[in-house]
T-cell receptor, first 111, second 116 residues
């Protein structure tokens, strides 16, 4: 079945870069997404990448997609304490009726 | 503020109670979703409504009953819940069926449900 895997925790120092990795199994996924969840809040869409792209950059965020290995990563440059949150990778197919989420990576940023 | 609101934000209910969760989206979307988020588990899709018609029901127990009276509102009616149903219930919406759309889902803040 479809599955999305992420490491559960990542700890970095303020100012460093963070790289959160994700692997997925459904090769028919059309879009891959990164969501952020702060304590007590719902999920906020950070960015997404279309499956025919290798990279997408949006300010401090860089998404890399290796479709052959079904590997997705999110790099956050100059990580700030406000970036501390849970980051979810998700995949969606063409119909877009359901997203498959990973368990989330908790990013902890220390000053 | 994502344009999706949920009420109440917190709910404590006994196993014999009946309560309802409400979701409203102000984005003009045509699809709405209920997800369950439990500790240490992936987000679980519960129900999907497209144009007010239920298109997915992921083997959810009948003690959860969704209702979608129009494309802007979604309810989750709860009755005779179990303690293991305690979780964060998230509502989301998206725009389906549009050529070139990226199908991203916009989430509400969730209702933290505790069943005692």
């Amino acid at each position: 079945g479809e599955d999305v895997e992420q490491s559960l925790f990542l700890s970095v120092r303020e100012g460093d870069s963070s790289v959160i990795n994700c692997t997925y199994t459904d090769s028919s996924s059309t879009y891959l997404y990164w969501y952020k969840q702060e304590p007590g809040a719902g999920l906020q869409l950070l960015t997404y990448i279309f499956s025919n792209m290798d990279m997408k950059q949006d300010q401090r965020l860089t998404v890399l997609l290796n479709k052959k290995d079904k590997h997705l990563s999110l790099r956050i440059a100059d990580t700030q304490t406000g970036d501390s949150a849970i980051y979810f990778c998700a995949e969606g197919d063409q119909a877009g009726t359901a997203l498959i989420f990973g368990k989330g990576t908790t990013l902890s940023v220390s000053s | 503020e994502t344009g999706v609101t949920q009420t109440p934000r917190h709910l404590v209910m006994g196993m014999t109670n009946k309560k309802s969760l409400k979701c409203e989206q102000h984005l003009g979307h045509n699809a709405m979703y209920w997800y369950k988020q439990s500790a240490k588990k992936p987000l679980e899709l519960m129900f999907v409504y497209n144009f007010k018609e239920q298109t997915e029901n992921n083997s959810v127990p009948s003690r959860f009953s969704p209702e979608c009276p129009n494309s802007s509102h979604l309810f989750l009616h709860l009755h005779t819940l179990q303690p293991e149903d305690s979780a964060l219930y998230l509502c989301a919406s998206s725009q389906e069926g549009t050529v070139g759309a990226s199908y991203e889902q916009y989430f509400g803040p969730g209702t933290r449900l505790t069943v005692t």
